[in-house]
């Protein structure tokens, strides 16, 4: 198709097309990139138009792109809807999840001998050294490790 030609066709149909798609979207910025599709297809393909069948042509093109977007907008909301769904389940089941944990947690530290508890506090919640809980209580370091590992094996065992 010569530029001339081209140039004619656009500036005959192009108010004409944006219109007719307007009329079925309601959103002028979207008629009006299907609009300069429907163009940019003409041209890139270089399409041999009879100017008075041109206008039949633009329309049925007009008409496929819209159904094609819509069906793409589509499948895109439908996946979107699909993954915030997924989200907000997932969200659900891990705070759900983590209360749970929380709950066990919670009845497991109550549970430890008083002695382990205190050192496992101090290391973790005041995050002490093992020298530093051992000051603080007035005894050994191996003392501080031993009740560690108590309470460490213990939580382990309730938690799991």
């Known amino acids: 198709m010569e530029k001339e030609d081209f140039k004619l066709l656009f500036d005959t149909y192009f108010d004409a097309i944006k219109n007719y798609l307007f009329y079925r979207v309601g959103d002028v910025d979207i008629a009006t990139d299907i609009t300069q599709d429907v ?3 003409i041209w890139e393909k270089q399409m041999k138009l009879d100017m008075n069948n041109a206008k039949y042509l633009l329309y049925k093109i007009a008409r496929d792109m819209l159904v094609s977007k819509y069906r793409r907008m589509e ?6 809807n699909r993954m915030q769904f997924e989200m907000t389940e997932i969200t659900t ?4 999840d983590f ?3 929380q709950k066990k947690y919670d009845a497991a530290l109550m549970r430890l001998p008083e002695k382990q508890r205190t050192v496992f506090l101090m290391s973790r919640s005041e995050e002490l050294k093992y020298a530093e809980i051992a000051e603080r209580l007035d005894i050994s370091i191996k ?3 031993k009740r560690m ?3 460490l094996f213990y ?4 938690l799991a």
């Open 99 to 101: 209360k749970q944990l």
């Open 149 to 151: 590992s108590n309470a």
């Open 39 to 41: 163009f940019m297809r």
């Open 143 to 145: 003392t501080v490790e």
């Open 155 to 158: 939580l382990r065992k309730v």
């Open 75 to 80: 499948v895109e909301n439908k996946y979107v």
């Open 93 to 96: 089941d891990n705070s759900y």
